[in-house]
């Protein structure tokens, strides 16, 4: 691979703010969701949650639940059919272990303990009421309350590394002023809209899901483990998945229970999570404490940037938030560390959620960066500014690009950040409520996993491209079929998109903002192959204009293949492909990023996000009423989407900010606000006064297209933003998460 | 779920008639089916009521007063305009509550029988009085969810989670019921009550009593132009309060005649204290001591669990609708009804 590669040109469908292909389906109600799908001789299973955070399960009132009329299975740990692949262990690197009823224990509240499975879901339903359970209760653990944990032993999927660079204790005993300070985040719950679903359909030893996956062919890997199936005979159906943010990219133990439910009754077995149930076996983001100690010299030059995250994790399995490493590659420090510290609870096991360790480590870095401005007496932009990283802190490694500079201004200008008093509790509206302004730096990093894809030109001069993608809700598909036209010089009505099967050529993981970059590359790299291909079959057709061009490059524009560079010698796609026969011709494009192109640059999205919020001075009510955020993340392919994904990123903010927190019982271990009216997140009315500006950034390293990802990185920053404006407006520092009318209450 | 038999009466003796131990009345269903899905309540019959059109209806009656009929939604209501005009701050808390869609559903009622959204016992897991007497409180030393500061007892430690009781009670609405014993009144302060002994007893209404109607009294409009309702919460709109109060003043000659005051979301009642509204009657309305007011409505509040912050927020959301009051019902209903944001603009209405 070259060192830099030319980002090609696009100009015809790449660029447009086009709505979402699937959006008249989904807002008319005909987009078929795994759950919506009811085969013949449909049963329907509902699982049992165990209501004790610690101990075993003694009793089972199995008779009753049978008694039901309707109910024809009850599965519990006693007759449990086997599992080909021992759910103690995992199917592969990126998955974690579930909870199958392998034993009478109870490692966390919500942990399946029962499935009963009947002809109707009311029946099913009715049948795990009357299970009643009885436990043995043991004593548990499901707060951090100052536990100190263990270190990380990095390596494996949820271990995070930590890192340290420069001399760390002289970088605390350079500061001439210092701060130690300690930011608490709570557990948090994806709560996406669709709850997690299954339809499992079992024909011989092969297998057909409905289920939303974020990770296709992963996932087919990953069930065929549990059945002892080759992964060719999975196949997964998913057309539309109502938000994942994370939490559905792994096999759950409700899913693979429901799918042996359907193999032992020899019928197909549909499972969908009520709301309830989605706080506990199905990943979550674990609460973390944070210690951050920084200094500065007389100049206010970060003399060290020390970060230490402690994170609940399950007894069994390990995702310990990778919080820290939101400190590095981020502000110019001296000195740099990042630790990582593992507290076990009795908690189901954490998980990837937007912007995992991202955004709980930056929501902590930003307020403690507003701490430091302050005894910098500086404001924290001009503090941040002089702290501005030109190269990778640490590494010394330059950016493939980075116009955070242009993030900051544009965003500043935006919001009017320059009439800001230092002072807190100085701005007050006509009304009297106490206003504040805050901001805070975004970052996220810039992935790429591996896809495939292929592209046809069909004999009419149109196309089929296909590839496993999956759309989660933010336009994946637009976006991406948007990439696929371009690569073969085709109208978006003359190309056929297909994704969302597992049967197509895999597309990878739908995570960490990569999947446009990273499927949207192999695309293009197929699109670009069958036009490829197509001008050798017109170079080397007498009868077409393009006849003898040789080995000079070709393009596509609208249909039409030209020699590139002499437009005067051009011809339709239908008729060179008619004199050779009216075959379709299939293009084969992979997509991945070279390990050199990796090695040698830090790759980053970046932005600024400013917040004001209006705080009621008595009654400490807080509302969000302005956010701007400025994102610099490469290329932009749709700019619609793109602005929704960062609006849903800094939204996601809010909630973090000021609403999201799962709050255990002290004594059961179970989670009491299990639901939407008791686990808040920001409704309407919350949600005011939001813009989102992006800043141009050619990038010639990332990938091809210069794709960055705009998925996660709209959290980070945000967090930070509003709990500065509400110690702007206040001149009180809550450093728990999320912020309240009570921690603001004299 | 558990099987119901499910019955649709065509009068209210009908109904009365068919009722019996076990069975529950449906009106808008908003509370209810939501505690049967999760097996909080588990009745053998529902009786749809809907089908009583001798529970719909709002009429003006002789005397003045106003009758609200049990089924009458809470949008019906609030959507009223001379409801509204004569009832702003019971319009503003009706606007305040849930979402559009719910208000459409829910019946005023409805509204007064709703259960406690304690979280303890809408968890059919934990130990309840209210839901299972002699169980025990697990609230008690639980997660802080809409615990009381007054009038709770060890049984129980819960509120009740209305917003429209709250003004009701500050405007001495009655209760129209009727029952196997024919029809009978109960004023809105004492139609809830307090815990004592026996949380599982949560309203005054006797088995197989309905509520047919509400009434407002004629007098109750007298506070018209000095009424507001203030509502409290972490979120600016579908949540239940956090605290919150309903404040009423007759002004006459420049000095406050009489006052209303009753706060929600700190006790398993509205809270209404007269003593307190005393203490503002003769004083101008820019000048009453609304402080003196407050903190005499809330004398005795002590915490029931780690919520001793509720009591100094009660108190200044006392203060603040006294004084919101004071200055005047606004001319049109804020975007944001009962919210410290009301006045914002640019907000959609009625969130």
Redesign the interface.
């Given at each position: 691979m070259s060192d830099t590669m030319t980002p090609q040109r696009y100009g015809s469908n790449a660029g447009q703010p086009l709505t979402r292909r699937d959006g008249l389906a989904k807002v008319t109600g005909t987009a078929t969701f795994a759950a919506d799908n009811t085969p013949e001789g449909l049963l329907y299973a509902v699982y049992v949650p165990a209501?004790i955070a610690r101990g075993r399960v003694v009793h089972l009132n199995v008779e009753a639940a049978t008694a039901v009329a309707g109910v024809t299975h009850v599965m519990t740990p006693q007759n449990r059919p086997p599992l080909q692949g021992d759910p103690e262990a995992k199917p592969n690197g990126f998955s974690f272990i579930v909870d199958v009823l392998q034993n009478d224990g109870v490692r966390y509240a919500g942990q399946p303990i029962a499935l009963v499975v009947g002809e109707t879901l009311?029946a099913a339903?009715?049948g795990a009421?009357l299970l009643a359970p009885r436990y043995e209760v043991a004593d548990s653990e499901t707060t951090l309350a100052g536990q100190g944990g263990e270190a990380v032993e990095p390596g494996a999927f949820g271990r995070p590394g930590g890192a340290e660079h420069g001399d760390v204790p002289a970088g605390h005993a350079a500061a001439v002023s210092a701060i130690d300070v300690v930011y608490e985040t709570p557990a948090q719950y994806h709560n996406a809209m669709e709850t997690h679903a299954v339809v499992a359909a079992w024909d011989g030893d092969r297998l057909h899901l409905d289920l939303p996956s974020q990770a296709l062919s992963l996932s087919c890997a990953s069930y065929a483990y549990f059945f002892g199936i080759p992964a060719d005979n999975v196949t997964i159906r998913c057309p539309y998945i109502g938000g994942g943010f994370g939490s559905k990219a792994f096999p759950t133990g409700p899913q693979v229970l429901a799918i042996l439910a359907a193999r032992t009754a020899g019928r197909p077995v549909k499972l969908m999570l009520t709301r309830a149930q989605m706080f506990g076996p199905v990943g979550h983001r674990g609460a973390t404490r944070q210690r951050l100690r920084l200094g500065i010299d007389g100049g206010a030059a970060l003399t060290v940037l020390d970060h230490e995250g402690t994170a609940a994790t399950s007894r069994f399995d390990d995702f310990i938030e990778p919080a820290a490493n939101a400190s590095q590659g981020l502000y110019a420090a001296e000195a740099l560390r990042s630790a990582h510290r593992a507290v076990r609870l009795d908690v189901g096991t954490p998980g990837p959620m937007r912007a995992p360790g991202e955004a709980s480590g930056s929501a902590a870095l930003e307020c403690a960066m507003d701490e430091m401005a302050l005894l910098a007496g500086l404001d924290p932009l001009k503090f941040r500014l002089r702290n501005y990283a030109e190269v990778e802190p640490g590494t010394g490694k330059p950016y493939s690009s980075k116009a955070l500079r242009a993030c900051y201004a544009e965003g500043a200008k935006r919001f009017g950040w320059a009439d800001r008093p230092m002072e807190p509790g100085r701005m007050r509206d006509a009304?009297g409520?106490l206003t504040g302004w805050g901001m805070g730096t975004a970052l996220f990093g810039c992935p790429m996993f591996e896809a495939e894809a292929t592209a046809t030109l069909r004999a009419d001069g149109s196309a089929l491209v296909e590839t496993s993608a999956i759309d989660m809700g933010q336009g994946a598909w637009t976006a991406l079929a948007q990439i696929a036209a371009d690569s073969l010089g085709l109208p978006m009505d003359r190309v056929e998109f297909r994704a969302g099967h597992s049967s197509l050529p895999n597309a990878g993981i739908a995570g960490g903002s990569g999947h446009t970059a990273t499927a949207g590359g192999a695309l293009h790299a197929a699109g670009r192959d069958a036009i490829r291909k197509l001008g050798e079959i017109a170079a080397a057709d007498p009868d077409s204009p393009l006849h003898g061009s040789g080995n000079a490059d070709f393009t596509a524009r609208d249909g039409r293949l030209y020699v590139a560079g002499d437009d005067s010698r051009s011809e339709d796609f239908a008729a060179i492909l008619s004199r050779a026969g009216a075959v379709d011709l299939t293009g084969a494009g992979s997509a991945s990023r070279p390990a050199a192109d990796a090695e040698a640059h830090a790759m980053n999205s970046h932005g600024a996000v400013f917040a004001e919020v209006?705080v009621?001075p008595?009654?400490?009510?807080v509302?969000v009423?302005r956010l701007v955020g400025a994102f610099a993340a490469g290329r932009i392919i749709n700019p619609r989407l793109t602005e929704s994904q960062l609006m849903g990123g800094m939204i996601w903010g809010i909630s973090f900010a000021?609403?999201e927190e799962a709050?255990?019982?002290?004594?059961?271990g179970?989670i009491?606000?299990a639901d939407l009216?008791?686990y808040?997140v920001?409704?309407?009315?919350?949600v005011?006064g939001l813009e989102v500006l992006t800043i141009h950034e050619d990038d010639p390293y990332v990938n091809a297209l210069g794709i960055k990802g705009v998925g996660e990185i709209g959290v980070t920053g945000t967090v930070g933003a509003i709990a500065n404006a509400i110690w702007h407006a206040t001149g009180k520092r809550a450093r728990r998460f999320?912020i309240?009318?009570?921690d603001l209450?004299? | 779920m558990k099987r119901f038999d499910f019955v649709q009466p065509a009068s209210v003796a009908e109904a009365l008639q068919v009722w019996h131990p076990g069975a529950v009345w449906l009106g808008g269903g908003t509370n209810l089916l939501d505690l049967m899905k999760g097996g909080v309540m588990l009745p053998d019959t529902v009786i749809d009521i809907n089908r009583l059109a001798d529970l719909r209806g709002i009429t003006t009656l002789d005397d003045g007063s106003l009758r609200i009929g049990a089924l009458v939604s809470n949008a019906e209501l609030a959507d009223d305009t001379g409801f509204a005009h004569d009832f702003p701050m019971v319009a503003e808390a009706l606007l305040s509550g849930a979402s559009g869609q719910l208000r459409n559903a829910a019946t005023v009622a409805g509204n007064l029988m709703q259960r406690t959204r304690c979280a303890y016992f809408q968890d059919t897991t934990a130990a309840c009085n209210r839901r299972e007497p002699g169980t025990g409180c697990d609230a008690r030393g639980g997660v802080d969810s809409h615990t009381a500061v007054l009038g709770f007892g060890d049984a129980c430690i819960t509120t009740h989670p209305s917003d429209f009781c709250v003004p009701l009670a500050a405007l001495d609405a009655v209760v129209e019921v009727q029952g196997p014993d024919g029809a009978r009144e109960v004023a809105l302060r004492d139609f809830h009550l307090l815990p004592g002994e026996t949380p599982e007893r949560e309203t005054a209404l006797q088995p197989g009593e309905i509520i047919v109607a509400l009434r407002l009294p004629a007098d109750a409009k007298g506070f018209a132009a000095h009424a507001r309702y203030l509502k409290v919460r972490d979120r600016t709109s579908y949540a239940f309060a956090t605290t919150s109060a309903a404040a009423a003043l007759r002004v006459e000659g420049g000095v406050i005649a009489e006052a209303r005051l009753s706060l929600g979301a700190i006790a398993a009642k509205p809270w209404r204290v007269t003593e307190a509204e005393a203490l503002l009657v003769g004083h101008a309305p820019d000048a009453a001591p609304f402080d003196q007011a407050a903190a005499r409505a809330l004398d005795g509040a002590v915490p029931s669990n780690d919520n001793g912050w509720k009591i100094a927020l009660a108190r200044r959301t006392a203060i603040r609708a006294l004084e919101l009051a004071a200055a005047g019902t606004p001319e049109r209903m804020p975007a944001l009804p009962a919210s410290p944001f009301a006045d914002q603009n640019g907000d959609h209405a009625h969130v």
């Open positions: 209501a009311e339903t009715e009421r009304r409520l209006k009621d008595d009654l400490c009510q509302r009423t000021l609403h709050k255990h019982d002290p004594r059961s179970r009491m606000n009216a008791g808040h920001p409704v309407n009315a919350d005011r999320p309240r009318i009570e209450l004299d | -």
